[in-house]
């Protein structure tokens, strides 16, 4: 069975950080790009930040500079490091795998988890 857990979402004051983590089970990710997606109610779900295999980041222009991305292929487990949160991070913030050699976009990602819920106040 392969599945995608995230977890450490919550509730933050404007400002605070918060470390999200998504745990892969049933095969190894190594060699798959890694991301992480949030999405609203009655939203597109969006790109914000990826790890390809080799370790390469890339992140939506709204999170350059706030968010983190890293990878752990020993415990097949990716990280989003969020700092310096606002309200518009409000979301529920999915990860993803993908070995397709594309990256941006959701439809390219083969596996995804159910989602945790960041909330950001004021």
């Known amino acids: 069975q392969v599945q995608l857990v995230e977890s450490g979402g919550g509730l933050v004051q404007a400002g605070g950080s918060l470390r999200l983590s998504c745990a892969a089970s049933?095969?190894?990710?190594?060699?798959?790009?890694l991301g992480w997606f949030r999405q609203g109610p009655g939203k597109e779900r969006n790109f914000v930040a990826v790890i390809n295999w080799s370790g390469g980041t890339y992140y939506a222009d709204s999170v350059k500079g706030r968010f983190t991305i890293s990878r752990d292929n020993a415990k097949n487990t990716v990280y989003l490091q969020m700092n310096s949160l606002k309200p518009e991070d409000t979301d529920v913030y999915y990860c993803?795998?993908?070995?397709?050699?594309?990256?941006?976009?959701?439809?390219?990602?083969?596996?995804w988890g159910q989602g945790t819920q960041v909330t950001v106040s004021s």
């Open positions: 049933g095969r190894s990710f190594s060699a798959d790009a």
């Open positions: 993803a795998a993908n070995n397709k050699g594309r990256y941006l976009y959701a439809s390219e990602y083969d596996f």
